[in-house]
C-alpha cells in the first residue's frame, strides 16, 4: 500500500509518498480503503509536532485525518459496521494516516455514508463540521431561535457553523470576514455582516453565542457582542485560553470529540442539502504533496477544501 508519511517532525519537506504495511484491525477497529481524505491545517500542526505531547514520537507517522471510503475488515467486538459499508470519518492522532490508500481506525471515529453523497463531499465533512456542530450545540446550547455570531464565518468551521445555526432554527446569524468576502457571506445567509477588525458598537450584546472560529476575537469584543447568560466559544487552544476557559464566566475553549452520531447527524444534513462545504481542488494521492505543500506555504487553493483521492 501506499501513503503519505514521515519519519520526523517538521515542515512539508519531510514529507515522503511510501509504500507501507497497514496493520491488521485489533478491538474495535475497522481498516478502510480510502476513496478520499480532505486536508486542515491541524495536519500540519500534528506533523510539525505542535501536538507531539498527544501524538507521541513514534516515527514513520501516517498524514492526514478526515477521510471516507469503503470497510474492507473488521476487528474483534467491531458490531455498528460491516465489510462493504461506505463509510466517513477520523483517523485517531496517535496513528492519523488519512492520506494513504488504507487505514485502520477505531469504530467509534466512522460513521456511514449517505447514498446520495460522493466520497469527495464526505470527507470534506469530519473536521469542519464536527467542530462547527460542537461548538454550536455542545457548548453554546443553542436554542431556535437564539441569535449566533460567527467571527471567521467564511473559514472552514465558520461557514459550516453558519449553516448548522440556520438549519437549527437560530432567528440571527451574523458574522464577521475580510471586506471582500462580504458579498458572498450575505449570500450565505449572514446578516449582520462585519469587517474583521471593525466590529460596531451597535451589535453590542445581540447574541446569544459568540464562536470565535479563528481564535482572534478580543475577549473584550467578544464579551461586549454577548447577552447576558450567553457562551463565547474558542476554536484555537491555547495556554492562556484554557486558563480563561477555566474561570468562572462565558469563555469556553473547544476540543472537539468526534463521534459516530455527530458525523451521521452532517453526512445527513450534507445529503440533504442543508450543509453544503464547497471543493477547491481535488488531487490524486501520488500528487497530493506539492498541492498540501502549497496549501500549507500560500493558503491556496481557496473557497474550499483541498481533496486527495485514491483508488
Known sequence: MKRIQYHQYGGPEVMRYEDFAPPRPGEGEVSVRVRAAAANPYDWKVRNGEMKFMSGRSFPRGFGFDFAGVVEAVGPGVTRLSVGDEVLGVAPIKSSGAFAEMVVVVEKGVARKPPGLSFEEAAAIPTVGGAALQGLVTKGKLQAGQSVFVHGCLGGVGRAAVQIAMARGAAVVGGSCRTSGMPEARELGVAPVVEFDAIPPTLAKAFDIVYDTVGTLAPATARRLLKPGGHIIDIVPSATKF????????????????????????????????????????????????????????????????????G
Do not use: F, W
Not at 251 to 259: E, R, S
Not at 296 to 305: D, I, Q
Open 243 to 310: 486558563i480563561r476557559s477555566a474561570l468562572p464566566g462565558p469563555y469556553q475553549v473547544l476540543i472537539t470529540q468526534h463521534n459516530a452520531d455527530d458525523l451521521e447527524e452532517l453526512a445527513r444534513m450534507c445529503a440533504e442539502g442543508k450543509l453544503r462545504l464547497p471543493i477547491a481542488r481535488t488531487v490524486p494521492l501520488e500528487d497530493a504533496i506539492p498541492a498540501l505543500t502549497e496549501l500549507e506555504r500560500n493558503n491556496t487553493p481557496r473557497g474550499g477544501k483541498l481533496i486527495i483521492t485514491a
